[in-house]
T-cell receptor, first 115, second 113 residues
Framework: EAQVTQNPRYLITVTGKKLTVTCSQN?????MSWYRQDPGLGLRQIYY???????DKGDVPEGYKVSRKEKRNFPLILESPSPNQTSLYFC??????????????FGSGTRLTVV | GDSVTQMEGPVTLSEEAFLTINCTYT??????LFWYVQYPGEGLQLLLK?????DKGSNKGFEATYRKETTSFHLEKGSVQVSDSAVYFC????????????FGTGTRLAVRP
């Protein structure tokens, strides 16, 4: 089944403790992206990657890192999480140059709470 | 820059009522337009799309028409069901960044039996 898989689904952590949210897709998509969803703000893009070893900042990149060493994986790293990063996170993918025509495939989301 | 404006929610309807969720956009040119749906506890799923002006996207009884004159892409359904309860997002590609999608703030729909 074609899908984007995120882990974990739920995570509660403490301020300053490094964490990684994994994202993997099995569709051979070039483009991958991370969004965060907050009430009243919709989805905002954190980082995106147009292919292996190519990443770039989205609208709200502060406090996050990403890497794209393999085509299928696009982990989101919070080096020192803070409470304002409590949010619902989504990974998404699409074939390059197709997102504007066909949209994205989304993962099921990771609900992160930083206390 | 490109942007999407959706009507504020929540929208509460009785089963079999008519649904309209408004979406207007600001964009350069005539991009594709999308509606996504997020059911409780799940990720976003593509509901329908329209790739050019005057196109009508449809799926699962939902429809939306791409109207360039009014820069709108309103979502409609003639008879909603309890199972349609979800959050609906309007989206369009950003002309600033390749495959980036810009989303509206989402509209929560609650359908009562």
């Amino acid at each position: 089944e074609a899908q984007v898989t995120q882990n974990p689904r739920y995570l509660i952590t403490v301020t300053g403790k490094k964490l990684t949210v994994t994202c993997s897709q099995n569709m051979n998509h070039e483009y991958m992206s991370w969004y965060r969803q907050d009430p009243g703000l919709g989805l905002r893009q954190i980082y995106y990657s147009m292919n292996v070893e190519v990443t770039d900042k989205g609208d709200v990149p502060e406090g996050y890192k990403v890497s794209r060493k393999e085509k299928r994986n696009f982990p989101l790293i919070l080096e020192s999480p803070s409470p304002n990063q409590t949010s619902l996170y989504f990974c998404a993918s699409t074939p390059t140059s197709s997102g504007t025509l066909n949209g994205y495939t989304f993962g099921s989301g990771t609900r992160l709470t930083v206390v | 820059g490109d942007s999407v404006t959706q009507m504020e929610g929540p929208v509460t309807l009785s089963e079999e009522a008519f649904l309209t969720i408004n979406c207007t956009y600001t964009a350069t040119g005539y991009p594709s337009l999308f509606w996504y749906v997020q059911y409780p506890g799940e990720g976003l799923q593509l509901l329908l799309k329209a790739t050019k002006a005057d196109d009508k996207g449809s799926n699962k009884g939902f429809e939306a028409t791409y109207r360039k004159e009014t820069t709108s892409f309103h979502l409609e359904k003639g008879s909603v069901q309890v199972s349609d309860s979800a959050v609906y997002f309007c989206a369009l590609p950003s002309n600033c960044s390749g495959d980036k999608l810009t989303f509206g703030t989402g509209t929560r729909l609650a359908v009562r039996p």
